[in-house]
């Protein structure tokens, strides 16, 4: 029932998301945030500036 070709695909997305959480950790470190909740709390309020963020 190809059970395991399923098993593969979820590995491979569990890595990429795990990959692109530290990419945003990082990028919110080098905007000097200590705190993930600290930097959503912030950005919910300034939108724009998390877009600028992304663009650099």
């Known amino acids: 029932m190809h059970e395991d070709k399923s098993g593969i695909k979820n590995v ?3 890595s990429n998301i795990s990959i692109f ?3 945003a950790i990082n ?8 705190s993930i909740k600290d930097a959503s709390i912030y950005f ?8 600028n963020i992304i663009r650099t």
Request: aromatic letters at 10%.
């Open 12 to 14: 491979i997305a569990a």
């Open 21 to 23: 959480r530290n990419i």
């Open 27 to 34: 990028i919110l470190r080098e905007n000097d945030f200590n």
């Open 44 to 51: 919910a309020g300034n939108v724009k500036e998390l877009f």
